[in-house]
Protein backbone atom coordinates (compact mmCIF):
# COMPACT_ATOMS: atom_id res chain seq x y z
CA UNK A 1 0.00 0.00 0.00
CA UNK A 2 1.51 3.52 -1.11
CA UNK A 3 1.86 5.72 2.22
CA UNK A 4 -0.26 9.16 2.06
CA UNK A 5 1.67 12.32 0.42
CA UNK A 6 0.64 13.74 4.49
CA UNK A 7 3.11 10.66 5.80
CA UNK A 8 5.93 11.24 3.55
CA UNK A 9 6.08 14.52 4.14
CA UNK A 10 6.83 14.23 8.03
CA UNK A 11 10.97 13.48 8.39
CA UNK A 12 10.13 11.15 11.37
CA UNK A 13 8.27 8.95 8.88
CA UNK A 14 11.30 7.62 7.03
CA UNK A 15 12.74 6.57 10.16
CA UNK A 16 10.80 3.87 9.77
CA UNK A 17 11.73 3.33 6.10
CA UNK A 18 15.28 1.08 7.00
CA UNK A 19 13.57 -1.45 9.86
CA UNK A 20 10.65 -2.26 6.81
CA UNK A 21 13.23 -2.50 4.27
CA UNK A 22 15.56 -4.84 6.80
CA UNK A 23 12.60 -6.96 8.07
CA UNK A 24 12.14 -7.44 4.31
CA UNK A 25 15.48 -8.63 3.57
CA UNK A 26 15.54 -10.87 6.24
CA UNK A 27 12.65 -12.26 5.31
CA UNK A 28 13.73 -13.05 1.53
CA UNK A 29 16.41 -14.19 2.45
CA UNK A 30 15.67 -16.25 6.17
CA UNK A 31 16.84 -19.98 5.32
CA UNK A 32 20.38 -18.75 4.50
CA UNK A 33 20.19 -18.63 8.59
CA UNK A 34 21.34 -22.56 8.48
CA UNK A 35 24.94 -22.97 8.04
CA UNK A 36 24.71 -26.43 5.38
CA UNK A 37 22.06 -24.00 3.26
CA UNK A 38 24.43 -21.38 2.80
CA UNK A 39 27.19 -24.01 2.13
CA UNK A 40 24.31 -25.50 -0.52
CA UNK A 41 23.07 -22.31 -1.92
CA UNK A 42 26.89 -21.18 -2.85
CA UNK A 43 28.02 -23.84 -4.10
CA UNK A 44 25.24 -24.55 -6.17
CA UNK A 45 25.63 -20.95 -7.68
CA UNK A 46 28.70 -21.54 -8.96
CA UNK A 47 27.82 -25.23 -10.55
CA UNK A 48 24.53 -23.79 -12.00
CA UNK A 49 26.85 -21.00 -14.09
CA UNK A 50 28.80 -23.88 -15.35
CA UNK A 51 25.36 -25.81 -16.11
CA UNK A 52 23.64 -23.23 -17.76
CA UNK A 53 26.78 -22.57 -20.04
CA UNK A 54 27.11 -26.35 -21.04
CA UNK A 55 23.50 -26.52 -21.70
CA UNK A 56 23.84 -23.20 -24.08
CA UNK A 57 27.27 -24.86 -25.62
CA UNK A 58 25.34 -28.23 -26.02
CA UNK A 59 22.86 -26.97 -27.92
CA UNK A 60 24.73 -24.69 -30.18
CA UNK A 61 26.90 -28.03 -30.78
CA UNK A 62 23.95 -30.22 -31.62
CA UNK A 63 22.64 -27.38 -34.13
CA UNK A 64 25.99 -26.55 -35.58
CA UNK A 65 26.94 -30.23 -36.62
CA UNK A 66 23.68 -30.91 -37.65
CA UNK A 67 21.48 -28.00 -38.93
CA UNK A 68 18.52 -30.49 -37.35
CA UNK A 69 15.39 -29.34 -35.51
CA UNK A 70 14.92 -32.85 -34.53
CA UNK A 71 17.87 -34.12 -33.25
CA UNK A 72 18.11 -30.93 -31.16
CA UNK A 73 15.09 -32.39 -29.49
CA UNK A 74 16.76 -35.84 -29.43
CA UNK A 75 19.50 -34.50 -27.34
CA UNK A 76 17.38 -33.51 -25.63
CA UNK A 77 14.99 -36.45 -25.11
CA UNK A 78 18.13 -39.05 -24.62
CA UNK A 79 18.97 -36.67 -21.38
CA UNK A 80 15.56 -36.93 -20.43
CA UNK A 81 14.47 -40.37 -20.17
CA UNK A 82 16.15 -42.02 -17.80
CA UNK A 83 14.43 -39.01 -15.43
CA UNK A 84 11.09 -40.70 -16.61
CA UNK A 85 12.02 -44.65 -16.13
CA UNK A 86 14.03 -43.93 -13.25
CA UNK A 87 13.56 -40.86 -10.88
CA UNK A 88 10.84 -42.58 -8.75
CA UNK A 89 13.65 -45.00 -7.87
CA UNK A 90 16.06 -42.32 -7.41
CA UNK A 91 13.61 -40.99 -4.85
CA UNK A 92 13.43 -44.21 -2.96
CA UNK A 93 16.88 -44.38 -2.57
CA UNK A 94 16.78 -40.69 -1.37
CA UNK A 95 14.36 -42.13 1.81
CA UNK A 96 16.66 -45.11 2.05
CA UNK A 97 20.00 -43.74 2.42
CA UNK A 98 22.60 -40.71 3.28
CA UNK A 99 21.74 -38.00 0.83
CA UNK A 100 24.44 -35.95 1.22
CA UNK A 101 26.49 -39.09 0.17
CA UNK A 102 24.55 -39.68 -3.00
CA UNK A 103 24.89 -36.15 -4.09
CA UNK A 104 28.67 -36.13 -3.94
CA UNK A 105 28.42 -39.33 -5.87
CA UNK A 106 25.90 -37.69 -8.71
CA UNK A 107 28.30 -34.12 -8.73
CA UNK A 108 31.43 -35.99 -8.95
CA UNK A 109 29.83 -38.18 -11.96
CA UNK A 110 28.38 -35.22 -13.68
CA UNK A 111 31.60 -33.33 -13.28
CA UNK A 112 33.35 -36.28 -15.04
CA UNK A 113 30.84 -36.20 -18.08
CA UNK A 114 31.17 -32.43 -18.61
CA UNK A 115 35.20 -33.23 -19.08
CA UNK A 116 34.77 -35.75 -21.33
CA UNK A 117 32.87 -34.05 -23.67
CA UNK A 118 34.96 -30.99 -23.67
CA UNK A 119 37.91 -33.05 -24.83
CA UNK A 120 36.48 -34.53 -27.30
CA UNK A 121 34.71 -30.98 -28.81
CA UNK A 122 38.91 -29.91 -28.04
CA UNK A 123 40.10 -32.67 -30.06
CA UNK A 124 37.75 -32.02 -33.14
CA UNK A 125 36.76 -35.49 -32.47
CA UNK A 126 32.95 -34.82 -31.06
CA UNK A 127 30.56 -37.06 -33.33
CA UNK A 128 27.26 -36.94 -32.81
CA UNK A 129 26.90 -40.95 -31.27
CA UNK A 130 29.05 -39.04 -28.06
CA UNK A 131 26.43 -36.27 -27.83
CA UNK A 132 23.83 -39.16 -27.52
CA UNK A 133 25.92 -41.18 -25.00
CA UNK A 134 26.69 -38.53 -22.80
CA UNK A 135 23.36 -37.11 -22.39
CA UNK A 136 22.23 -40.46 -21.66
CA UNK A 137 24.88 -41.18 -19.03
CA UNK A 138 23.96 -37.56 -17.76
CA UNK A 139 20.35 -38.49 -17.15
CA UNK A 140 20.90 -41.61 -15.52
CA UNK A 141 23.08 -39.38 -12.97
CA UNK A 142 19.94 -36.70 -12.92
CA UNK A 143 17.51 -39.54 -12.16
CA UNK A 144 19.38 -39.93 -8.58
CA UNK A 145 20.68 -36.50 -8.27
CA UNK A 146 17.39 -34.44 -8.58
CA UNK A 147 14.97 -36.24 -6.10
CA UNK A 148 17.59 -36.48 -3.76
CA UNK A 149 18.55 -32.93 -4.11
CA UNK A 150 14.84 -31.74 -4.02
CA UNK A 151 14.18 -33.60 -0.70
CA UNK A 152 17.65 -32.84 0.76
CA UNK A 153 16.72 -28.99 1.39
CA UNK A 154 13.64 -29.96 3.87
CA UNK A 155 16.70 -31.55 6.23
CA UNK A 156 18.61 -28.65 5.74
CA UNK A 157 16.20 -25.76 6.98
CA UNK A 158 12.81 -27.76 8.05
CA UNK A 159 9.62 -26.83 7.56
CA UNK A 160 9.23 -23.25 8.97
CA UNK A 161 11.83 -21.78 6.35
CA UNK A 162 11.18 -24.51 3.45
CA UNK A 163 9.03 -22.00 1.04
CA UNK A 164 11.84 -19.75 1.54
CA UNK A 165 14.55 -22.06 0.89
CA UNK A 166 12.79 -23.64 -2.22
CA UNK A 167 12.45 -20.11 -3.53
CA UNK A 168 16.12 -19.00 -3.00
CA UNK A 169 17.14 -22.55 -4.47
CA UNK A 170 14.81 -21.40 -8.11
CA UNK A 171 16.66 -17.90 -7.65
CA UNK A 172 20.15 -19.01 -7.77
CA UNK A 173 19.39 -21.60 -10.68
CA UNK A 174 17.74 -18.69 -12.56
CA UNK A 175 20.56 -15.93 -11.58
CA UNK A 176 22.76 -18.67 -12.99
CA UNK A 177 20.39 -18.66 -15.91
CA UNK A 178 21.03 -14.97 -16.29
CA UNK A 179 25.05 -15.14 -16.29
CA UNK A 180 25.64 -18.61 -17.71
CA UNK A 181 24.23 -17.83 -21.39
CA UNK A 182 25.45 -14.47 -21.84
CA UNK A 183 29.56 -15.94 -20.78
CA UNK A 184 28.53 -18.96 -22.98
CA UNK A 185 27.49 -16.94 -25.95
CA UNK A 186 30.65 -14.56 -25.61
CA UNK A 187 32.81 -17.63 -25.03
CA UNK A 188 31.78 -19.41 -28.12
CA UNK A 189 31.71 -16.34 -30.43
CA UNK A 190 35.13 -15.27 -29.22
CA UNK A 191 36.89 -18.85 -28.15
CA UNK A 192 34.90 -21.92 -29.12
CA UNK A 193 32.81 -24.16 -27.55
CA UNK A 194 34.98 -26.56 -25.59
CA UNK A 195 36.12 -24.24 -22.78
CA UNK A 196 32.30 -24.08 -21.80
CA UNK A 197 32.20 -27.69 -21.01
CA UNK A 198 35.54 -27.56 -19.31
CA UNK A 199 33.97 -24.77 -16.55
CA UNK A 200 31.34 -26.48 -16.20
CA UNK A 201 33.37 -29.20 -14.92
CA UNK A 202 35.54 -27.00 -12.69
CA UNK A 203 32.02 -25.73 -11.06
CA UNK A 204 31.27 -28.85 -9.91
CA UNK A 205 34.10 -28.44 -7.35
CA UNK A 206 32.08 -26.20 -5.52
CA UNK A 207 29.12 -27.98 -4.52
CA UNK A 208 31.34 -30.87 -4.05
CA UNK A 209 33.44 -28.49 -1.38
CA UNK A 210 30.10 -27.64 0.22
CA UNK A 211 28.68 -31.18 0.79
CA UNK A 212 32.17 -32.16 2.42
CA UNK A 213 31.91 -29.36 4.44
CA UNK A 214 28.25 -29.66 5.87
CA UNK A 215 27.83 -30.67 9.38
CA UNK A 216 24.66 -32.72 11.11
CA UNK A 217 23.94 -32.71 14.67
CA UNK A 218 21.82 -35.65 13.61
CA UNK A 219 22.75 -37.79 10.51
CA UNK A 220 19.74 -37.44 8.97
CA UNK A 221 19.49 -41.39 7.89
CA UNK A 222 16.02 -42.32 7.36
CA UNK A 223 14.61 -44.65 10.26
CA UNK A 224 11.65 -45.78 8.95
CA UNK A 225 12.42 -46.04 4.81
CA UNK A 226 10.96 -48.90 2.71
CA UNK A 227 12.16 -52.24 2.79
CA UNK A 228 12.51 -52.87 -0.90
CA UNK A 229 13.04 -50.60 -3.37
CA UNK A 230 9.51 -51.85 -4.86
CA UNK A 231 7.44 -52.13 -2.05
CA UNK A 232 8.50 -48.44 -1.36
CA UNK A 233 7.50 -47.18 -5.05
CA UNK A 234 4.09 -49.10 -3.89
CA UNK A 235 3.80 -46.95 -1.28
CA UNK A 236 3.97 -43.49 -2.83
CA UNK A 237 1.99 -44.71 -5.81
CA UNK A 238 -0.61 -45.63 -3.66
CA UNK A 239 -0.37 -42.23 -1.76
CA UNK A 240 -0.27 -39.78 -4.70
CA UNK A 241 -3.27 -41.95 -5.90
CA UNK A 242 -5.34 -41.76 -3.25
CA UNK A 243 -4.89 -37.96 -2.61
CA UNK A 244 -6.24 -36.32 -6.16
CA UNK A 245 -5.05 -32.49 -5.71
CA UNK A 246 -1.32 -33.86 -5.40
CA UNK A 247 -2.41 -36.35 -8.64
CA UNK A 248 -4.08 -33.00 -10.00
CA UNK A 249 -0.97 -31.21 -9.49
CA UNK A 250 1.49 -33.74 -10.75
CA UNK A 251 -0.37 -34.30 -14.07
CA UNK A 252 -0.83 -30.54 -14.59
CA UNK A 253 3.43 -30.18 -14.34
CA UNK A 254 3.99 -33.39 -16.75
CA UNK A 255 1.51 -32.25 -18.97
CA UNK A 256 3.37 -28.52 -19.11
CA UNK A 257 6.76 -30.41 -19.14
CA UNK A 258 5.37 -32.50 -22.28
CA UNK A 259 3.71 -29.28 -24.15
CA UNK A 260 5.45 -26.25 -22.64
CA UNK A 261 8.74 -26.13 -20.60
CA UNK A 262 10.35 -27.72 -23.24
CA UNK A 263 10.52 -24.16 -25.62
CA UNK A 264 14.07 -23.59 -24.61
CA UNK A 265 15.55 -26.17 -26.65
CA UNK A 266 13.91 -24.45 -29.62
CA UNK A 267 15.63 -20.78 -28.88
CA UNK A 268 18.58 -21.48 -31.19
CA UNK A 269 15.70 -21.70 -34.17
CA UNK A 270 14.44 -18.47 -32.67
CA UNK A 271 17.48 -17.32 -32.50
CA UNK A 272 19.21 -17.45 -36.02
CA UNK A 273 16.01 -18.33 -38.35
CA UNK A 274 13.45 -16.02 -36.94
CA UNK A 275 15.49 -13.26 -35.36
CA UNK A 276 18.15 -13.50 -37.59
CA UNK A 277 20.93 -13.45 -35.33
CA UNK A 278 23.66 -15.91 -33.67
CA UNK A 279 25.35 -17.09 -30.13
CA UNK A 280 24.73 -13.50 -29.11
CA UNK A 281 21.11 -13.43 -29.49
CA UNK A 282 20.96 -17.19 -28.31
CA UNK A 283 22.81 -16.10 -25.31
CA UNK A 284 20.84 -13.00 -24.93
CA UNK A 285 17.06 -14.97 -25.35
CA UNK A 286 18.27 -17.24 -22.55
CA UNK A 287 19.31 -14.85 -20.11
CA UNK A 288 15.61 -12.62 -20.61
CA UNK A 289 14.11 -15.94 -19.52
CA UNK A 290 16.29 -16.22 -16.24
CA UNK A 291 16.26 -12.08 -15.08
CA UNK A 292 12.25 -12.62 -15.39
CA UNK A 293 12.76 -16.14 -13.16
CA UNK A 294 14.94 -14.83 -11.03
CA UNK A 295 12.48 -11.42 -10.27
CA UNK A 296 9.59 -14.57 -9.56
CA UNK A 297 11.26 -17.03 -7.35
CA UNK A 298 12.95 -13.63 -5.59
CA UNK A 299 9.58 -12.50 -4.58
CA UNK A 300 8.35 -15.86 -4.11
CA UNK A 301 11.29 -15.77 -1.11
CA UNK A 302 9.99 -12.60 0.57
CA UNK A 303 5.99 -13.29 0.14
CA UNK A 304 5.89 -16.82 -0.25
CA UNK A 305 5.02 -17.86 3.64
CA UNK A 306 2.28 -15.38 3.43
CA UNK A 307 -0.42 -17.83 1.95
CA UNK A 308 -2.34 -17.91 -1.18
CA UNK A 309 0.10 -20.23 -2.94
CA UNK A 310 -3.03 -21.86 -4.59
CA UNK A 311 -3.64 -18.26 -6.21
CA UNK A 312 0.19 -18.10 -7.50
CA UNK A 313 0.16 -22.03 -8.62
CA UNK A 314 -3.02 -21.27 -10.75
CA UNK A 315 -2.47 -17.58 -11.83
CA UNK A 316 1.30 -18.03 -12.53
CA UNK A 317 0.44 -21.43 -14.92
CA UNK A 318 -2.10 -20.06 -16.61
CA UNK A 319 0.36 -16.46 -17.36
CA UNK A 320 3.18 -18.76 -18.45
CA UNK A 321 1.20 -20.06 -20.89
CA UNK A 322 0.22 -16.68 -22.61
CA UNK A 323 3.51 -15.06 -22.34
CA UNK A 324 4.97 -18.06 -24.12
CA UNK A 325 2.01 -18.12 -26.40
CA UNK A 326 2.49 -14.43 -27.30
CA UNK A 327 6.60 -15.06 -28.00
CA UNK A 328 5.72 -17.27 -30.82
CA UNK A 329 4.10 -14.57 -32.52
CA UNK A 330 7.31 -12.42 -32.16
CA UNK A 331 9.42 -11.33 -34.79
CA UNK A 332 11.34 -8.64 -32.86
CA UNK A 333 14.58 -9.19 -30.87
CA UNK A 334 12.98 -6.78 -27.82
CA UNK A 335 9.96 -7.56 -28.24
CA UNK A 336 11.08 -11.18 -27.46
CA UNK A 337 13.03 -10.48 -24.77
CA UNK A 338 10.37 -9.25 -23.19
CA UNK A 339 8.04 -11.41 -23.42
CA UNK A 340 10.76 -13.69 -22.51
CA UNK A 341 11.19 -12.09 -18.82
CA UNK A 342 7.58 -12.82 -18.48
CA UNK A 343 7.60 -16.42 -19.74
CA UNK A 344 10.82 -16.92 -17.17
CA UNK A 345 8.70 -15.00 -14.08
CA UNK A 346 5.25 -16.63 -14.40
CA UNK A 347 7.16 -20.27 -15.24
CA UNK A 348 9.32 -20.10 -11.72
CA UNK A 349 6.22 -19.12 -10.06
CA UNK A 350 4.26 -21.96 -11.17
CA UNK A 351 6.83 -24.69 -10.52
CA UNK A 352 8.16 -23.61 -7.36
CA UNK A 353 4.91 -23.02 -5.82
CA UNK A 354 4.08 -26.76 -6.91
CA UNK A 355 7.40 -28.02 -5.44
CA UNK A 356 6.28 -26.07 -2.19
CA UNK A 357 2.92 -27.55 -2.06
CA UNK A 358 4.17 -31.08 -2.67
CA UNK A 359 6.81 -31.14 -0.21
CA UNK A 360 4.38 -29.64 2.52
CA UNK A 361 1.86 -31.68 2.00
CA UNK A 362 3.79 -35.34 2.37
CA UNK A 363 5.52 -36.81 5.64
CA UNK A 364 9.52 -37.28 6.01
CA UNK A 365 9.08 -40.75 5.27
CA UNK A 366 7.42 -40.29 1.72
CA UNK A 367 8.90 -37.01 0.69
CA UNK A 368 12.15 -38.56 -1.22
CA UNK A 369 9.67 -40.43 -3.31
CA UNK A 370 6.89 -38.01 -3.74
CA UNK A 371 9.84 -35.82 -4.99
CA UNK A 372 10.97 -38.58 -7.18
CA UNK A 373 7.26 -38.31 -8.73
CA UNK A 374 7.80 -34.37 -8.99
CA UNK A 375 11.15 -35.13 -11.02
CA UNK A 376 9.64 -37.31 -13.58
CA UNK A 377 6.29 -35.45 -14.28
CA UNK A 378 8.82 -32.18 -14.55
CA UNK A 379 12.19 -33.57 -16.05
CA UNK A 380 10.84 -37.10 -16.80
CA UNK A 381 8.35 -36.35 -19.00
CA UNK A 382 10.65 -33.88 -21.26
CA UNK A 383 11.73 -37.09 -23.50
CA UNK A 384 8.16 -37.16 -24.99
CA UNK A 385 8.19 -33.16 -25.06
CA UNK A 386 11.63 -33.00 -26.86
CA UNK A 387 10.81 -35.62 -29.33
CA UNK A 388 7.09 -33.69 -30.12
CA UNK A 389 8.23 -30.43 -30.37
CA UNK A 390 11.32 -31.16 -32.25
CA UNK A 391 9.07 -33.44 -34.93
CA UNK A 392 6.62 -30.91 -35.29
CA UNK A 393 8.78 -28.00 -35.69
CA UNK A 394 10.78 -30.10 -38.65
CA UNK A 395 7.84 -30.55 -40.24
CA UNK A 396 5.44 -26.87 -39.59
CA UNK A 397 8.36 -24.71 -37.34
CA UNK A 398 9.16 -24.11 -34.05
CA UNK A 399 6.20 -21.44 -33.44
CA UNK A 400 3.36 -23.29 -34.42
CA UNK A 401 4.92 -26.18 -32.93
CA UNK A 402 4.72 -24.39 -29.89
CA UNK A 403 1.37 -23.16 -30.17
CA UNK A 404 -0.28 -26.48 -30.48
CA UNK A 405 1.32 -27.77 -27.32
CA UNK A 406 0.45 -24.51 -25.93
CA UNK A 407 -3.78 -24.90 -26.64
CA UNK A 408 -3.23 -28.30 -24.84
CA UNK A 409 -1.93 -27.01 -21.53
CA UNK A 410 -4.53 -24.92 -21.50
CA UNK A 411 -7.05 -27.46 -22.22
CA UNK A 412 -6.22 -29.33 -19.57
CA UNK A 413 -5.51 -26.30 -17.03
CA UNK A 414 -8.88 -25.77 -17.75
CA UNK A 415 -9.91 -29.56 -16.66
CA UNK A 416 -7.52 -29.55 -13.42
CA UNK A 417 -8.70 -26.42 -12.24
CA UNK A 418 -11.78 -27.73 -9.41
CA UNK A 419 -9.05 -29.81 -8.44
CA UNK A 420 -5.86 -28.30 -7.91
CA UNK A 421 -7.80 -25.23 -5.69
CA UNK A 422 -7.70 -28.05 -3.01
CA UNK A 423 -4.18 -28.42 -3.28
CA UNK A 424 -3.46 -26.17 -0.44
CA UNK A 425 -5.39 -27.00 2.20
CA UNK A 426 -4.05 -30.52 1.58
CA UNK A 427 -0.41 -28.91 2.16
CA UNK A 428 -1.80 -27.26 5.94
CA UNK A 429 -3.19 -30.75 6.80
CA UNK A 430 0.45 -32.62 6.12
Known amino acids: MVPPISALSDPASWLNIRPIAMRSLSSTFSSLRHRNFRLFFTGQLISFIGVWMHTVALSWLVYDLTRSRFLLGLVNALGSLPLLALSPYGGTLADRF ?32 HIFLLATLVGIDSALDTPTRQSFIFEMVGKEDLTNAIALNSTIFNASRVIGPALAGIIISEIGLAPCFFVNGLTYLAIIYALLSMRFDHPALPSRGPSSLRRGLREAIHYARSHPAILALLTLVAISSIFALQFVIMMPVFARDILGGGPRTLGALMTATGLGAMGGALNLATYGNRGGRTTVLLGGSLFFYLSLLAFTLSTRLHLSLF ?14 TANTLLQLAVSNELRGRI ?15 SLQLGFLAQRWGAPAALRVGLAVCLLCWGLLFPRLRAIESKGRQG
Do not use: C, N
Not at 107 to 122: H, K, R, Y
Not at 339 to 352: K, P, Y
Open 98 to 129: DKRRLLLFTQSSAMLFAWVLGGLVALGSIRIW
Open 371 to 385: MGFFVTALLGMAPLG
Open 339 to 352: LLVLVGLFMISFLA
